[in-house]
Structure formats: C-alpha cells, structure tokens
C-alpha cells in the first residue's frame, strides 16, 4: 500500500495526515501521539476513527498540524484519519465513519469582533441620558 493523505479541520487547527501500511505508530509533529496530547480524552478522540473501523494497529499515521488549540487539533486529526482511511478502502470504512458523523467537518469558528463594539455580539453599555 502506498502512502494516503488527507487533510482535516476544526476551527483554526489544519491537519495533513499521512497513512501508511504499518504497526500503529501515530506520529504528531514528530513527536508520538503521548507527547503531543497529554490528556487520555484528546487520544481518545484521535484514536476514534481506528476503533470505529477496527483498524487499531493496522496503519502507521504522520500528522503536521498548525494553528488552534489542543482540542481543535484533535478533532482536526480525527477528521484527517478519517478521510486518509476513506480513501484506503471506500467500501469497507466509509459506511462506519460516516454513521459515526466522523466524515462532517465542523464549520463552527469564532466569530470577528466589529468595530464600535467590544466583541463579536456585545455592545458597550446603552445610556439613554
């Protein structure tokens, strides 16, 4: 199997994920995937779409991710697996991530502030006198 790429989103994170046949090794900025999320929740988000296809242990996995937070970066990773793994094998791992909501990229992202206001939606207080 040649190398798959794809790329994920969330917020202001970008992830290019790079799938390879291999022992499971998932890689993050060339640092292991225990180095980069410290916390057990942020894996397990990583690691959802793998569970989900039952392919844990199957691919090796190299992601360059910039921009946003933490949390944002690991939905960023789940989505970027989730389509490298689609584009592995469309019939065996599409339907299962696509029931598990794992193929929609969430659009949310922080709102401007506008000008004559202190942020996106609040205004500076009304005095009427």
Not at 59 to 77: H, L, P, R, T
Not at 79 to 102: M, N, Q, T
Request: charged share 35%; aromatic share 6%; net charge positive.
């Amino acid at each position: 199997m040649e190398q798959t790429h794809a790329l994920g989103r969330r917020k202001t994170a970008v992830a290019r994920v790079y799938v390879v046949a291999g022992k499971g090794n998932i890689t993050i900025n060339d640092r292991p995937l225990e180095d980069y999320f410290k916390e057990e929740a942020l894996r397990y988000i990583v690691n959802q779409p793998l569970a989900e296809t039952k392919t844990e242990g199957q691919f090796d996995i190299k992601v360059n991710i910039v921009g946003g937070g933490i949390k944002g970066q690991a939905e960023a990773v789940r989505l970027g697996i989730s389509r490298a793994l689609c584009e592995v094998d469309k019939e065996a791992y599409r339907p299962a991530l696509k029931a598990a909501g794992f193929l929609t990229r969430d659009a949310r992202e922080v709102e401007r502030k506008k000008p004559g206001q202190p942020g996106a939606r609040r205004r500076f207080q009304f005095s009427k006198r």
